[in-house]
């Protein structure tokens, strides 16, 4: 495969994660309505809601400092380039070789340090409330998610997603508890991280129980439309992510031609496809939990990926 | 309190004169001595403090002898504008005695906390129902709250614009870290002059204004004020009014209280039971506007008797709803139960004691589910209730759970009730033509007082009305339950975190309305 080639395909990957963040979303809110036997809002409402913002006019709080009105730039471009980075449909893309896990991590915590640091900057309590909130859950997530990155890089010999997802298509890894255990604290992370139910309700309008959408209260017309198009990036990057470790399938390999490339393209449709039907369900299926839980429920991802990695060294004599 | 005397009408033997004309229970005036011989009365266990209002130079309290049920108003004169406070007694005063304040200017002397009340200085006039109103000042200090000291404590200020469509209110919560230390509460922002509005309108127009004191209780809204304008003027209403009455109330507390506990449920992002319950409410929505032409079933109570009788189909659509709801509510129920991760959100939130209830006079859930087991359906009753069956549940944990339970139970007893009354309701004679004549008498007499004390699905609504010989109200006094509600609030939400408060405050959902007047 040429360079040429790997630049186009992550050209194309860029430009398909951030086409289909706002349907994922979409397809997960529809698929709620419907659990809840109400029509729901077409599929295409977030890229209408989105569009809305983009022509509206900004307002900012007279105290609002640089950094409130350029943390949507930071932290969308932060989360794109980071959804840009986890193979979705092949492996072969061009900034493959920069693109390891703990990048990722890297990336996703700066947009989250800024975005805490705005949600304070306007000085409303409401922002304070949900930055110490976001900072609660990051204390505890980002270790977790380290854990997870540390047992797969101990079974693959490598942090790179091209690697992994390479390492894990070839079947090589077999069915391994302690993949098993980094799968669930990873899911479990990933909906602390993107603000769904148990951890916080995306569609509230309780100030006093919000966690994200405390912090981007003050936030208006196009930046308000970064940060929600940031948070609709998040949330397929997390089901990329999972997707490409831990489901790898149908992704274009090495030497794939353009017919590989397609259909890992639609397998990568579907597989988002299943993560909205599955965290719809899930979602409905739970009451948000007291504040105070979350630090023993995210305490248990980090546990459950701790025991795997453990699992790891037992098994293998590393 | 002497020995063999009637509790309550011997103490108001000894301090006070009845005055003539007030029904269907007797007022008195009194002295100043005597008001502080009342107050003396009502610290005491087993009293209660139903409504305090007020007219120019005159406070009325309304007091009632739990243990025996009875009812009486006390009335004392105050040409000097002051009048002692019951706030001491009975702090579910506090807040009614501000309001009497801003309203009438008539000042409660000793009274522990001053601060205007729905007054916040926005109004063209102050004292708007006193003899003399005056301007507006010309630079109003702000509005202090309670002071709060401690190291590491911040504020949190909500409202009175909340994120949600629901009525305004200002919310000022100390917190340290997560965990409320104190809540404080300013109400007044939805003020409407009910009392202004009310004065020298016809019967049929105030009628009106009542019913939309507080809209989700309009029914039980109109009954109380139809059932004080026919006390205080004698008329007896036909017998099938009174159960048809009961019936649209009985709708109507089954309505709102299906929508409550979804609601609640809400709140915890649980959304599955508010679209199953929000499904149920709607289905009694539209029995009742196929009953009686209105979902809310607003302004089918009037004075007299009601303005619709139910449709031709009426008494068996209903009895399908009940089926229909025996159905389907009970699954729902079993979920609430038995979902882990809601009943650790519900079981031991938002505590309210029972003693705080008691010293209160909180009704309704609130009170119910601390232990207070006061129904005006059952004390002081009206008919139709004495010839029906049906429990007053109580439970004693005080917290969101047992509200919600509370809730569940009355549903249950409302479906019984519905039931009931469909099945024994006196029927219409039709008259020649074949045609059911309306079960309603003209609101005639000669003036006079009266009360009336009415469960709404919240709690006991009071109204006081004084009715003039033409017919026109001269006053009009609505007291919500919420009044002796909302105190509450603000010690349940006490020692718990921020962020279960919009639960705390769904399980009392408490009338903005109803309280702002």
């Known amino acids: 495969m040429t360079l040429l080639t790997s630049v186009f395909l992550q050209i194309v990957q860029m430009l398909v994660v951030l086409a289909l963040a706002p349907g994922l979303t979409g397809f997960v809110r529809w698929v709620k309505a419907r659990l809840l036997a109400r029509r729901g809002p077409s599929i295409l409402q977030p890229y209408r809601d989105i569009l809305r913002l983009l022509k509206k006019e900004a307002v900012l709080a007279h105290n609002a400092s640089w950094l409130f009105r350029t943390t949507p730039y930071i932290m969308f471009t932060a989360i794109w380039l980071a959804a840009g980075l986890i193979p979705t449909f092949s492996t072969q893309l061009a900034l493959a070789p920069t693109a390891d896990l703990i990048a990722l991590i890297a990336l996703l915590g700066s947009a989250r340090f800024f975005l805490a640091l705005a949600g304070m900057d306007v000085g409303t309590s409401f922002g304070g409330i949900g930055s110490s909130r976001e900072m609660m859950i990051a204390a505890l997530a980002e270790p977790a998610m380290l854990m997870v990155v540390f047992s797969v890089a101990i079974l693959v010999r490598s942090t790179s997603l091209a690697e992994i997802a390479d390492f894990m298509m070839s079947g090589a890894v077999g069915l391994r508890i302690s993949l098993a255990l980094a799968l669930i604290s990873l899911v479990m992370v990933a909906i602390a991280e993107n603000a769904r139910i148990p951890v916080d309700n995306p569609a509230t309008h309780l100030e006093l129980t919000m966690v994200h959408e405390a912090m981007v209260l003050e936030y208006s017309g196009r930046h308000l439309a970064l940060i929600e198009g940031a948070s609709m990036l998040k949330l397929l990057l997390y089901a990329a992510l999972i997707g490409c470790v831990f489901a790898p399938w149908g992704m274009a390999g090495p030497g794939a031609d353009s017919a590989a490339v397609i259909r890992g393209l639609a397998t990568f449709v579907l597989k988002l496809g299943v993560a909205g039907v599955l965290l719809a369900v899930f979602e409905t299926s739970i009451a948000k939990m007291r504040v105070f839980r979350v630090g023993e429920f995210l305490g248990g991802a980090l546990l459950l990926s701790l025991l795997g990695a453990i699992f790891l060294y037992v098994s293998r004599g590393v | ?517």
């Open chain 2, 1 to 517: 309190m002497y020995f063999g005397e009637d509790p309550l009408f011997g103490l108001l033997r000894r301090i006070g004169k009845p005055v003539a004309g007030h029904r269907p229970w007797p007022r008195y005036a009194t002295t100043a001595g005597g008001w502080r011989t009342m107050i003396e009365a009502l610290g005491g266990n087993g009293w209660s403090l139903l409504g305090l209002w007020a007219e120019p130079g005159t406070v009325h309290a309304a007091i009632r002898e739990d243990m025996a049920g009875d009812l009486a108003v006390v009335s004392l004169d105050c040409p000097d504008g002051t009048f002692p406070s019951l706030s001491a007694a009975r702090p579910g005063a506090i807040r009614l005695e501000r309001a009497i304040q801003d309203l009438f200017g008539l000042t409660a002397e000793r009274l522990t906390d001053a601060r205007p009340w729905l007054d916040h200085d926005r109004w063209g006039v102050r004292r708007p129902l006193s003899d003399k109103p005056a301007a507006p000042m010309p630079n109003p200090p702000p509005y202090t709250f309670l002071p709060v000291e401690g190291e590491g404590l911040h504020q949190v200020p909500v409202g009175p614009v909340h994120a949600g469509i629901i009525e305004p209110g200002h919310f000022r919560f100390t917190c340290n870290g997560e965990t409320v230390v104190r809540l404080e509460e300013q109400l007044g922002w939805v003020h409407k002059g009910i009392e202004g509005l009310m004065r020298g309108k016809p019967v049929e127009d105030a009628a009106k204004l009542a019913a939309r004191v507080s809209g989700d209780s309009t029914v039980a809204y109109s009954l109380a004020f139809a059932q004080a304008v026919e006390s205080a003027l004698g008329v007896a209403v036909p017998p099938r009014a009174v159960w048809l009455r009961a019936l649209m109330a009985e709708l109507e507390r089954t309505a709102n209280h299906l929508g409550d506990i979804g609601a609640v449920c809400n709140d915890a992002a649980f959304a599955f039971m508010l679209a199953e319950l929000s499904r149920l409410r709607e289905l009694v929505a539209r029995t009742a506007d196929a009953c009686f032409g209105h979902r809310l079933m607003m302004d089918r109570v009037v004075p007299g008797g009601v303005a619709v009788d139910i449709s031709e189909d009426g008494p068996a659509r209903l009895l399908e709803l009940v089926a229909e709801l025996r159905r389907r509510f009970p699954p729902l129920v079993a979920i609430y139960e038995n979902k882990a991760s809601l009943q650790d959100r519900t079981v031991g939130t938002g505590v309210v004691s029972g003693s705080l209830v008691n010293r209160f006079g909180a009704g309704g859930h609130v009170g119910r589910a601390s232990g207070r087991g006061l129904d005006a359906r059952r004390t002081p009753s009206y008919a139709p209730y004495e010839d029906l069956e049906f429990e007053v549940p109580v439970r004693t944990e005080g917290d969101v759970n047992a509200r919600v339970w509370i809730r569940i139970c009355e549903v249950e007893q409302s479906l019984g009730l519905v039931e009931q009354i469909v099945k024994r309701m006196p029927g219409a004679p039709r008259n020649e033509k074949g045609e059911r004549p309306l079960p309603r008498v003209p609101v005639e007499g000669p003036g006079g007082e009266g009360m009336a004390l009415v469960e709404s699905f919240r709690g006991e609504i009071l109204v006081w009305v004084r009715v003039n010989p033409d017919g026109t109200i001269d006053r009009c006094h609505p007291r919500d339950p919420s009044w002796f509600q909302w105190p509450l609030l603000e010690a349940a939400i006490e020692g718990n975190i921020v962020a279960d408060f919009p639960l705390c405050n769904k399980s009392f959902n408490c009338s903005y309305s109803g309280h702002d007047l």
